[in-house]
């Protein structure tokens, strides 16, 4: 790609490797969601006082104001600096802020999108519910409208981050007699808010981020809502599509730098029958070269999807075509890893390891619609089929 960049994009980015270069924090970023809180909000209030937040926000609400191609650069340099996982700040910076800019009001924009960059709150997402997962439009979590309030009673389910956040995106029913697809509203849920309550939920791999949240008459103001009432789903499709798209950017060029850790393990390591290194092995090299192009394939599909968006504003349901290459990518070279590893994958796989992320890459292909889902968004609306 350097050979592609403009002066101004590689000065950009020169300043971004220099920058990041010097501040990257020394310490590593605690496992534990409860413990990270302190650390991610630190690090991006950081960033937030160097100017290097929110890159492709808009100025006048904190960020750089600058080009998609310039966050994508901007993503690649901090991969490479080994910077920490955006953590806990995930929906806040890549599915909150983002459909707050591009569905919210001026009041809406002015009052939440600064703290967001300035590291000082932490947002989760209220989407999926215990029957309406994939089937998103089939949730029954009500709101009633009550003179200035929403009146909130239902359950929620998979909300990352649930137990730290501050705020919270919310879909609720708030006409039930409308289409499956209508009737539905996005707020802004404050989860301080009396009646609600947090449950944490431990995956497989020992993962407690995902929490389970239950609404008990919870009463939120009616200039929580973003958009229109009973128009949340248009909404939705707005935070989903960046969610689907780019907001797994930073995280694929992330992969791209594991997938040569994993051939540089393979190479410095003796395989099981001491006579050579592991990639010796004709089907590790064949994994690790497969993987590689993939890896590859998959940078090219996101540089013509931030393009897109760049002149659309959103990633659109291009996001999805990404987000499904990406998730099972994730898988592939996980267990890659695991396989390169050997009898060692077993000795350790706490958060951080790679038998960890491989553990916790089965959910990938469900979060943000699983991949049924992306293979039926592609199929419709970009190709045009019938709907199945």
Request: net charge negative; charged share 25%; with cysteine.
């Given at each position: ?30 496992p534990v969601p409860t413990d990270a809180r302190e650390y991610d909000l630190a690090w991006q209030r950081t960033m937030y006082d160097a100017g290097w937040a929110g890159i492709a926000w808009p100025s006048e609400y904190g960020g750089r104001g600058s080009s ?86 239902g359950q929620k389910i998979w909300t990352s981050y649930g137990n730290v956040a501050d705020y919270q995106e919310l879909l609720v029913r708030t006409d039930p007699t409308a289409p499956k697809h209508g009737g539905i509203s996005w707020f802004i849920c404050d ?198």
């Amino acid at each position: 790609m350097d050979g592609h960049l403009t002066k101004e994009d590689q000065e950009f980015a020169a300043e971004a490797r220099e920058w990041l270069h010097a501040n990257v924090p020394s310490e590593p970023r605690p496992p534990v969601p409860t413990d990270a809180r302190e650390y991610d909000l630190a690090w991006q209030r950081t960033m937030y006082d160097a100017g290097w937040a929110g890159i492709a926000w808009p100025s006048e609400y904190g960020g750089r104001g600058s080009s998609l191609l310039h966050q994508i650069i901007w993503h690649e340099e901090y991969a490479r600096a080994d910077a920490p996982y955006v953590g806990v700040c995930f929906v806040g910076l890549n599915h909150g802020g983002p459909t707050i800019i591009a569905r919210g009001s001026d009041e809406q924009k002015a009052e939440y999108l600064p703290p967001i960059l300035r590291g000082e709150v932490v947002w989760c997402q209220g989407f999926s519910e215990p029957n309406a997962g994939s089937d998103l439009a089939s949730l029954t979590t009500r709101g009633v409208v009550d003179g200035d309030d929403v009146v909130v009673t239902g359950q929620k389910i998979w909300t990352s981050y649930g137990n730290v956040a501050d705020y919270q995106e919310l879909l609720v029913r708030t006409d039930p007699t409308a289409p499956k697809h209508g009737g539905i509203s996005w707020f802004i849920c404050d989860m301080k808010t009396r009646g609600i309550e947090v449950r944490p939920i431990r995956t497989m791999a020992d993962s407690p981020d995902f929490c389970e949240v239950f609404y008990d008459d919870v009463r939120i103001p009616m200039a929580n809502l973003v958009g229109k009432l009973n128009d949340g789903w248009s909404v939705a499709k707005s935070t989903l599509s960046f969610e689907r798209g780019t907001a797994y950017v930073a995280q694929q060029i992330d992969l791209a730098r594991i997938v040569e850790n994993i051939i540089e393990y393979a190479k410095s390591h003796k395989n099981r029958a001491g006579a050579g290194c592991v990639i010796d092995d004709d089907e590790v090299m064949r994994e690790l070269a497969t993987i590689r192009s993939e890896v590859t394939a998959m940078r090219a599909l996101t540089y013509l999807m931030v393009t897109r968006a760049e002149v659309n504003g959103e990633p659109g349901p291009a996001g999805s075509m990404v987000r499904l290459f990406f998730t099972q990518l994730q898988q592939r070279v996980f267990r890659a890893a695991v396989h390169v590893m050997g009898r060692d994958a077993y000795q350790d796989v706490t958060n951080g390891t790679w038998p960890f992320y491989y553990l916790h890459s089965y959910s990938r292909t469900i979060a943000g619609g699983t991949k049924e889902i992306q293979r039926n968004i592609i199929s419709e609306r970009m190709l045009g089929l019938p709907r199945s």
